[in-house]
């Protein structure tokens, strides 16, 4: 089992930055990839980003340029830096985990940008 928790969600004025951190736990060793999704309002959940146990990432377009997937092994935490946020960015924002052929959520983190 892998437990995951985000943190770091909030309100933000558009151009501001946020900083979400997704800390795992539990059966951690054998994890292959990780990423962040987000689901705005009244609509589907989309992908953000991804980054593999080998570092390698993955954005969307919508936040190429603007925003930074990274972890820290040793901390066991994965993170994802927002920055030049814009309204449309709004949304609760999950992080996940895939370990064989299992993927681990966590519970999400609202990000709310203001106009």
């Known amino acids: 089992q892998v437990r995951l928790v985000e943190s770091g969600g909030g309100l933000v004025q558009a151009g501001g930055s946020l900083r979400l951190s997704c800390a795992a736990s539990?059966?951690?060793?054998?994890?292959?990839?990780m990423g962040w999704y987000r689901q705005p309002p009244g609509k589907q959940r989309e992908l953000v980003a991804t980054?593999?146990?080998?570092?390698?990432?993955n954005y969307a377009d919508s936040v190429k340029g603007r925003f930074t997937i990274s972890r820290d092994n040793a901390k066991n935490t994965m993170y994802l830096q927002m920055n030049s946020l814009k309204p449309e960015d709004t949304a609760v924002y999950r992080c996940?985990?895939?370990?064989?052929?299992?993927?681990?959520w966590g519970q999400g983190t609202q990000v709310t940008v203001s106009s």
């Open positions: 980054i593999t146990s080998d570092g390698s990432t």
């Open positions: 996940n985990a895939k370990r064989d052929l299992t993927t681990y």
């Open positions: 539990g059966r951690i060793f054998s994890i292959n990839a």
